[in-house]
């Protein structure tokens, strides 16, 4: 099992404002990824990076978040400008390692062509953008 724990969110930003969101991982692994889920919603993709760095978005947030991977400290990053009030969502990371990939959090990340399991979760940052 892989360790995730995410920071950075809380309080509300306005729309055209940014964020910048952090999960402090036990490791990193081959993939790893940031999603989020609005209240009804289902979970969704936001982003994706290799262990070389390749880094991939959701077509909703492409221009305007960038994922990145800190390997001496362990940690992955989310930044993103020009904050929407349809970023609203609790955020969370993702890791291709651990023992389960279960039920509706069990989802695709795919890193450098390859796919592969989200098989760890954080419990989520709360990112709220008002209008």
């Known amino acids: 099992q892989v360790q995730l724990v995410e920071s950075g969110g809380g309080g509300s930003v306005q729309a055209g404002g940014s964020l910048s969101l952090s999960c402090a991982a036990s490791?990193?692994?081959?993939?790893m990824g940031w999603f989020r889920q609005a209240p009804g919603k289902e979970r969704e993709a936001v982003a994706f990076?290799?262990?070389?760095?390749?880094?991939s978005y959701a077509d909703s947030v492409k221009g305007r978040f960038s994922i990145s991977r800190d390997h001496a400290q362990n940690t992955l990053h989310l930044q993103g400008r020009s904050l929407k009030p349809e970023d609203t969502a609790m955020y969370y990371c993702?890791?291709?390692?651990?023992?389960?990939?279960?039920?509706?959090?069990?989802?695709?990340?795919?890193?450098?062509?390859?796919?592969?399991?989200?098989?760890?979760w954080g419990l989520g940052t709360q990112v709220t953008v008002s209008s």
């Open positions: 993702a890791a291709n390692e651990g023992p389960y990939c279960l039920g509706d959090y069990c989802l695709e990340m795919t890193c450098s062509g390859k796919r592969y399991a989200t098989r760890s």
């Open positions: 490791k990193l692994t081959t993939c």
């Open positions: 990076i290799a262990e070389d760095g390749t880094a």
